[in-house]
């Protein structure tokens, strides 16, 4: 592999370069930078996260530059905020020797007016997210149609996130004869159609094989039941005392919930999601990047500017719907050399995508089972004697020691230690010793054909239950916005509803069984726009058949009412009582937490918190 002074860079950047210690450069570099700076072409390369691509581009990109022009020549644009921040700090760095130099960030959430005179004032490099620039296009801010460098960061998450249209309107403004790099971790189709649209005879690099995921990073998954997952994510937790990580949830309502559960219980975590402020975002990734925040719960548009290179472990709370989505994430571990594992939680119904994955990154996953209690006190323990074991002694302390040892003179060596480690044992014993096992057996996930709903077919099985509900396309639902709607009023994690489908004035779909009391008893005298939701329990649960439309005619023999295709609701809500009993007591007030039934009984003794199994959980001392 060539040295960095071996690719042929000038003098101020090689000085940057020796200043920020880089010694040899990635594999992506040492492929694309000769390419870049030999010959005037256009570029496809592909490669994880965390290889080192903004210096593959943007070392070319600033020796070919002209700092003393104030034209801009070179603009990069990239999905998110953060990553736009991240790219313009590096570039900056990687071109603090180039006199004259200035690189400006375009991107939402900031004045666009304070971008603009940045702009103005000559900046041969912009770094943009697409909405942004296309916005300062149309307003006539800036002008790029003299550009020779055109950068498409991450474009395969600029396109997931909808920017094909902005991308397409943004290039238009730039001339046809500038070179175009495109970089990106995976190619789907959407990308090569970028590729063979707005570029002309690309050469092609790639680290590693299309879509795979790095040989640092490990997999592994943990099958539980649905109502177990965020209890499985605190043991995942505790049984990594010095975990450094990032939990992906599917939304930004999920991951601030996930995230302020895990405060509750004591955990140093945050939430970085879109619906924060930017300077609430700001504030966030500077605590995570200081190690104040072990646990940063995140979705798949805000992670995409985390470029923290000790993240230990990356945790798939919820599976992505995208399958290639899966190898962001696990990107966002395993970087600058180092290893990492990849954790994925899942239920039964969602064992089929394990394997599709697998397919998609072309490494074996690895089944493991959540630890139990004990194990978990055993690992605890050990990391406290570790962490006293290497601990430098603060002579300060000398002039107590007479006192001290007074205390303790009645007191062996044994007695001692026990005394002390006790301290720490005691409070997660205590808390795991009634713990239960969270495990599933893989013997007990049924085989179900693939269907649109995440891998699920839409007939019954043995560990479901069917429902009907009295809404359908008329009111506005398809199988997607029903699921979403279920969700949203019942409080469930996405992957509880499943085998959705939707009818013209009535649907079906699916819960575990046992959501089924809760769910029943919520859909009582429960109105949406003006009219009331029923639902019932679906007898068939067979579901081979094929359905239509229609209702049929008359009542069953055994008392229900037939719907198309062989469906039949239970006559029967409940076991007993009318509509007004079953709600009493209820307040409409369901949470699907699985934890303990008030609040104020969890907090007592006020250092600590409530497990699964009801009992105390210490708090976890802050990094």
Known sequence: MNTFQDLGLNEDLLRAITDLGFEKPSEVQDKAIPILLESETDLVALAQTGTGKTAAFGFPMLHKIDVNSRTTQGLILSPTRELCLQITNEMKLYGKYCKGLNVVAVYGGSSITDQ???????????????????????????????????????????????????????????????????????????????????????????????NESTSQVSHEYYLVNSRDRYDALKRLADANPDIFSVVFCRTKNDTQKVAERLIEDGYSAGALHGDLSQNQRDLVMKSFRNNQIQMLVATDVAARGIDVDDITHVINYQLPDEIETYTHRSGRTGRAGKTGVSMVIVSKSEVRK?????????????????????????????????KIHHTEVNHEIDKYLTSINELFEDTSKDELIKKFFSVEFSRFFNYYQKSKNLNVS????????????????????????????????????????????????????????????????????????????????????YKHNGRFVNVEVSENRGGGGRRNDRRGGGRSSGGGERRGGGERRSSSRSDSGSRGDRRSGSGGDFKSNGSSPNRSARRSGGDTKTSDSGASRPRRSRR
Request: hydrophobic share 40%.
């Open 116 to 210: 603009a005179r940045d702009i103005k004032k000559g900046a041969q490099i912009i770094v943009a997210t697409p909405g942004r620039m296309k916005d300062m296009i149309n307003r006539r801010l800036v002008d790029i149609s003299k550009i020779e460098y055109a950068v498409l960061d991450e474009a395969d998450e600029m396109l997931n996130m909808g920017f094909k249209e902005d991308i397409t309107d943004i290039l238009s403004f730039t001339p046809k004869e500038k070179n175009t790099w495109l970089f990106s971790a995976t190619m789907p189709r959407e990308v090569a159609a970028i590729a063979k649209n707005f570029m002309r005879s690309p050469q092609e690099i790639t680290v590693g094989n299309k």
């Open 354 to 386: 394990i394997k599709s994955i697998e397919r998609i990154i072309n490494k074996a996953f690895e089944k493991k089972d959540i630890p139990n209690g004990m194990a978990i006190c055993e690992v605890q323990l050990m990391s406290l004697a570790n």
């Open 442 to 525: 893989e013997g007990d996930v049924r085989d179900r054909d693939s269907g649109r709903d995440g891998g699920r077919d839409f007939g019954g099985s043995a560990d479901s239950t069917r429902y009907f509900i009295n809404v359908g396309s008329k009111d506005g639902f398809d199988w997607m916005q029903l699921k979403d709607f279920l969700k949203e009023v019942l409080e469930l994690g996405r992957d509880d509803v499943f085998k959705v489908e939707v009818k013209d004035s009535f649907s079906f779909f699916n819960t575990e069984n046992e959501l089924k009391d809760k769910i029943l008893a919520f859909f009582t005298d």
